[in-house]
């Protein structure tokens, strides 16, 4: 599960052993980039190859932020992150959907 401030996104198939916390540059001028995981998941970010956008990978799915966080790409999906905190499933078939 990725939780932020706009979404949280929980993918079905993916395994994770144990935490991470950490930040995503979703806005503003320079670079940054991260990597955290074991030798069974890795989660990566990074901000600034694109102006605007952090693109995340993980579980073998890339995800992108834009917009300063208020827009998530996944795949050919696209959801708007304003009003409210939303939730993202991301199934095993890697098909996904937003959850009431």
Avoid: N
Wanted: charged letters at 25%.
């Amino acid at each position: 599960m990725l939780d932020t401030d706009g979404v949280k996104i929980v993918f079905e198939a993916a395994r994770w052993d144990g935490t991470a916390s950490g930040s995503l540059q979703v806005g503003g001028e320079g670079r940054s980039s991260g990597k955290c995981g074991s030798s069974d998941s890795t989660f990566s970010d990074r901000y600034g190859d694109d102006p605007g956008v952090c693109t995340m990978s993980f579980a073998g799915h890339t995800l992108r932020l834009s917009e300063a966080g208020r827009v998530l790409t996944l795949g050919s999906r696209v959801w708007k992150l304003a009003g409210g905190k939303k939730t993202v499933l991301v199934e095993r078939d890697g098909t996904s959907k937003l959850l009431p």
